[in-house]
């Protein structure tokens, strides 16, 4: 039988069941123990980025040659003849779509990859549409958590920074409400978890909590993934006095849980203090790594009947 | 005579009635029914036994589908449809709020990709407590049906 993810569309996190997140995630770890250089043998990809991003794509385009497949494509989509030519997304992708095995595309624009997959005849993977999703970086989130805490299932998962804005944020509560995970959520007035987040945790009876400080949260954090609070959204007398209260340093860490992870999407700017990377709860880099093997393995199961 | 409405019956068409009053300019605008040409008769604030005030919209020589008059269910909840041919009552809708709402707007998120593409807008339909949310299936961004009336 095909495995559940064989020629989909990548495109939103609440597109995916329980299970194709366990899948994605088990992939990942078992391509990360054993690496198999021959599962994109003879596929072509094409890495279409519309808008920079250097991070997403370098590791989209190493997990790519990881599994020994190539690709072509384009690292800012100003540079292309398809922005100059004022030609639709849709038949872009269609074009493109027909040379290649599978599409990964970031876009500006919210609902890109939507829109690509309804003109695409081959699997569009979301690399990031606007502000809306960033399927991928929940994946290696989930990803991270399962490696450093060994499940996904009741863990307390501490969210700190800007909840407001941040998607990658939204994303990954919505991924881990299917695995009965609580949820703290430590964040400036301003800047809280959409009423949109929360009423689906209510819906489903998820339990969270909102906290004033990081270390009401620490002392029963499996996992606090940290945020930046962007000073741009502030005016800056304003942001001095709120900023210190959402940097993590190793006094707020004073409390921590043996098992207590510490997740960023990254780039940190001064949310995390140095000295925390030296600690055994520091893992945003591994993370960062990580995204590597998130996508080795969700491109792995797209383009493989089974794996 | 003094109670009864002076609005004359139509021989085919379609009379939507029992529209909340304030909503019948709305629909009038919405559904681009001027631009039809054809005779239409409206009726502002009427008395209404249930309602206490009603708007009424008489379209001659136009049927409506159910789909069409599902489109309005979002702006007149509760609102009736009578498609009328040859005097008779065809067909009556009773207005149910769809699932889906296809084309009747533009996204209001002005960065969706729905907006420079050749595709229809397309909202899944949701109620949430007394409101009413769109969810664009593009940008998935989700907005009050409060928003979208006054486009």
Known sequence: MANPLYQKHIISIPDFSRQEMELIVETAAELKSNPNPGLLQGKVIASCFFEASTRTRLSFETAIQRLGGSFIGFDNGANTSLAKKGETLADSVQVIASYVDAFVMRHPQEGAARLASEFSSVPVINAGDGSNQHPTQTLLDLFSIYECQKKLDGLNIAFVGDLKYGRTVHSLTQALSAFDCRFAFIAPDALGMPEYITDELDEKNIHHRRFDTIEEAVPEADIIYMTRVQKERFDETEFKHMAAKYILTLDTLKGARDNLKILHPLPRVDEIAVAVDKTPYAYYFEQAQNGVYAREALLALVLNEQI | ?151
Do not use: W
């Open chain 2, 1 to 151: 005579m003094a109670n009864k409405l002076q609005v004359e019956a139509i021989k085919t068409g379609t009379v939507i009635d029992h529209i909340p009053a304030g909503q019948g300019m709305k629909i009038l605008k919405r559904m681009e029914l001027i631009k039809l040409k054809e005779k239409i008769t409206v009726g502002f604030n009427l008395p209404s036994k249930n309602l206490g005030m009603k708007d009424l919209i008489k379209v001659a020589n136009l049927l409506f589908t159910e789909e069409e008059a599902n489109q309005l269910a979002l702006f007149a909840p509760g609102a009736t449809i009578n498609v009328i041919e040859n005097y008779i009552i065809k067909d009556k809708f009773e207005m149910s709020l769809p699932d889906v709402v296809q084309a009747a707007f533009d996204c209001p998120n002005s960065n969706c990709i729905s907006h420079s593409e050749p595709v229809q807008s397309y909202f899944t339909v949701k109620q949430k407590n007394n409101d009413i949310q769109l969810k664009c299936k593009y940008c998935e961004k989700s907005f009050s049906k409060s928003i979208v009336e006054d486009l």
